[in-house]
Nanobody
Framework: VQLQASGGGLVQPGGSLRVSCAAS????????VGWFRQAPGNEREFVAA????????SYADSVKGRFTSSRDFAENTVYLHMNSLKPEDTAVYYC????????????????WGQGTQVTVSS
């Protein structure tokens, strides 16, 4: 499984952005996907996870109610929809694929995308 994250950019506080995680490989549909982010000087932290079926999701408390994840099986793509963005959401966002259901630990993920920069600033 190969993953490629895209869709990052510069957005004003309160704005919205959607980042995508496109996958190659038919096996991708059997993997759960996690979203992580890393700001300069900080450790990589869990943001969201979506199950292999797309029927279950889990979110970090810091983004709950603002971020949602979805997946499009026809496009082999998982999305992270981010609303009401705050400056503290600024980070490089990574997607990852793994077998463990809705895992929050980065150690549970086997495949990683290259990351996409999200900057929230006025």
């Amino acid at each position: 499984v190969q993953l490629q994250a895209s869709g990052g950019g510069l957005v004003q506080p309160g704005g919205s952005l959607r980042v995508s995680c496109a996958a190659s490989g038919r096996a991708f549909s059997s993997y759960g996907v996690g979203w992580f982010r890393q700001a300069p000087g900080n450790e990589r932290e869990f943001v969201a996870a979506i199950s292999w079926s797309g029927g279950a999701t889990s979110y970090a408390d810091s983004v709950k109610g603002r971020f949602t994840s979805s997946r499009d099986f026809a496009e082999n793509t998982v999305y992270l929809h981010m609303n009401s963005l705050k400056p503290e959401d600024t980070a490089v966002y990574y997607c990852a694929a793994g077998r463990r259901h809705l895992a929050h630990s980065s150690k549970e993920y086997d495949y990683w995308g290259q990351g996409t920069q999200v900057t929230v600033s006025s």
